[in-house]
C-alpha cells in the first residue's frame, strides 16, 4: 500500500514542470466552447508520450479520451474516471482556472497510471477523459447522451475556487432565451402606431425582479437584455433577452422556471407583443457529492497537506452549476473545490491573472495526488464501491422528491 502511494507521489513530482508547461499553453491560448483544439492536442499529444491509449477527438471534436489499465477482468475490477476540461470564458479568457482543471486531471492521471504500472496484480482501468465545453455547452452531457459513461464505477475532477471545500453545492441550471415581438413606428412622428417590445422587455425584467422577494435564498435567477433596438428614434419591434434559472435540486428549478415563464408572458400581455422563448443551451442538473468518496478525498488530500476552508456558512452557498452535475446523476462523482493562491472570485480578470500565475501550482499539483490517493485506495479496496453505490442510490432518490 504504502509503495504504491510514493508511486502516486513521485509521480506527480517527477512531471511537475511539464504540467506546468500544458497549463500554461492552455492558459494562454484561451479558446471558448467546442473550439478548444489547441488544448485538445497538447493534452493528447502529452498522454501519448506518457503510455496511455489514446483517442483523440473522441465522440466530440475537442474530446478525448485516454486509458490505461483493464477492468474487463472476473472478478471485474474498478474503472475510474478522471474529467479534465478546458474551455475558457469569452473576452477574460481563463477566469474560471480551467487550465488547472485539465492540469489537476493529467497530474492525477500521471499518479495512478505509476501506481497501476507498480503493482503485481491488475488494479483496474483508469480512463482520463477531456469534456469541452462546460461553460454553457453541456459537453458532459453529449457524452453521456453517447454512452461514455457507462461502464464507469467513479468519476472525479477538481475545481479552482477562493477557497476549498471537499464538497459545495452546485446548483440545477436552466437557460431560457426570450424574443418579444412589437410593431416598429417613428418614435416621434407616429408613436401611436408602434407597438413596443423594448417595453416588454423592460417588463419582463422588471416582473421577474418583483418576484425575487418571494425567492428561497438558495434560489438564482439572473439575465440580460441582448438585444434592446436600433436607434432611439424607432419604437422596437424586436427585443431579446436571456435568462438563468438555478436552484438546489431540479424539481425545484422546474418550479423557479414556471413562474419565471408567467413573469415572461404577462410582459407580453400588458404591452401587446408577442413572445417566444424557448430553452437555450443544455439543462444543467444540480451535483450530487457522493458522501463515501468526498470522505476518502478529505482523508487523502489532508495526507498531502491540503487545508480546507472552516467556514460553516459558506461552504453552504452554491458556486455555481456544471454539466459535472449531470454526470453525477449516472455515475457516483466527486467536484471538490480548492483554493489556488487568490480570493478573487471565479469569472473576473484578478480570476484569470491568478489562474496563470506560479502561486498556483503547489495547490493545482496537491490535488492531482489527492484525486489519484482517492482512486488508488478504490483500486485497492474494491468493495468500497457498494458502498458508494449505496449513497448514490440513496441520494438519486432523495433528489426526485417534489418540493
Known amino acids: 500500500m504504502e509503495e504504491l502511494r510514493e508511486a502516486v507521489i513521485n509521480g506527480i513530482d517527477e512531471h511537475t514542470e511539464a504540467l506546468n508547461e500544458i497549463s500554461q499553453e492552455i492558459w494562454k491560448n484561451p479558446e471558448l466552447a467546442f473550439e478548444e483544439h489547441s488544448a485538445h492536442n497538447v493534452l493528447t499529444d502529452f498522454l501519448e508520450k506518457s503510455g496511455f491509449i489514446v483517442e483523440s477527438q473522441y465522440k466530440l471534436k475537442t474530446a478525448f479520451r485516454a486509458t490505461y489499465g483493464e477492468c474487463d477482468t472476473v472478478p471485474r475490477k474498478p474503472h475510474i474516471v478522471v474529467i479534465c476540461e478546458y474551455d475558457a470564458l469569452p473576452s477574460i479568457g481563463h477566469a474560471c482556472g480551467h487550465n488547472l482543471i485539465a492540469e489537476v486531471g493529467?497530474?492525477?492521471?500521471?499518479?495512478?497510471?505509476?501506481?497501476?504500472a507498480k503493482s503485481t496484480e491488475n488494479l483496474g482501468k483508469l480512463t482520463i477523459l477531456g469534456t469541452p465545453a462546460e461553460e454553457g455547452g453541456g459537453g458532459k452531457i453529449e457524452l453521456i447522451d453517447q454512452g461514455v459513461f457507462d461502464d464507469v464505477d467513479v468519476a472525479m475532477m477538481a475545481h479552482p475556487t477562493p477557497a476549498t471545500y471537499h464538497k459545495k453545492p452546485l446548483l440545477a441550471r436552466s437557460k431560457l432565451y426570450i424574443k418579444y415581438k412589437g410593431k416598429a413606428s417613428h418614435a416621434a412622428g407616429f408613436p401611436w402606431?408602434?407597438?413596443?417590445?423594448?417595453?416588454?422587455?423592460?417588463?419582463?425584467?422588471q416582473n421577474i425582479s418583483c418576484l425575487r422577494q418571494q425567492f428561497k435564498p438558495t434560489w438564482r435567477v439572473h439575465g440580460v437584455i441582448i438585444n434592446g433596438g436600433v436607434k432611439p428614434n424607432i419604437?422596437?419591434?424586436?427585443?431579446?433577452?436571456?435568462?438563468?434559472?438555478?436552484a438546489p435540486t431540479d424539481p425545484e428549478r422546474k418550479i423557479l422556471e414556471t413562474k419565471i415563464?408567467?413573469?415572461?408572458?404577462?410582459?407580453?400581455?400588458?404591452?401587446?407583443c408577442s413572445v417566444e422563448y424557448h430553452t437555450a443551451d443544455k439543462t444543467y442538473n444540480a451535483m450530487i457529492h457522493n458522501d463515501t468518496l468526498c470522505k476518502l478525498y478529505e482523508k487523502n488530500a489532508i495526507s498531502v497537506g491540503v487545508e480546507f476552508t472552516n467556514d460553516e456558512e459558506d461552504k453552504t452557498i452554491a458556486l455555481g452549476s456544471s454539466d459535472m452535475g449531470n454526470v453525477s446523476t449516472v455515475v457516483p462523482s466527486i467536484h471538490p473545490c480548492f483554493h489556488m493562491g487568490t480570493l478573487a472570485a471565479n469569472h473576473t480578470r484578478d480570476f484569470t491573472t491568478a489562474a496563470g500565475a506560479p502561486e498556483a501550482q503547489p495547490f493545482t499539483l496537491n490535488q492531482g495526488k489527492s484525486l489519484a490517493l482517492t482512486a488508488l485506495d478504490i483500486y485497492l479496496q474494491p468493495k468500497l464501491l457498494e458502498t458508494i453505490q449505496a449513497d448514490f442510490e440513496k441520494d438519486k432518490k432523495k433528489l426526485t422528491i417534489m418540493v
Open 106 to 116: 493529467i497530474a492525477a492521471g500521471l499518479g495512478i497510471r505509476d501506481a497501476l
Open 193 to 205: 402606431e408602434g407597438v413596443n417590445a423594448l417595453d416588454a422587455a423592460v417588463l419582463c425584467y
Open 235 to 246: 419604437i422596437p419591434d424586436i427585443t431579446e433577452l436571456e435568462y438563468s434559472i438555478r
Open 261 to 272: 415563464i408567467s413573469c415572461i408572458e404577462s410582459a407580453a400581455t400588458a404591452t401587446g
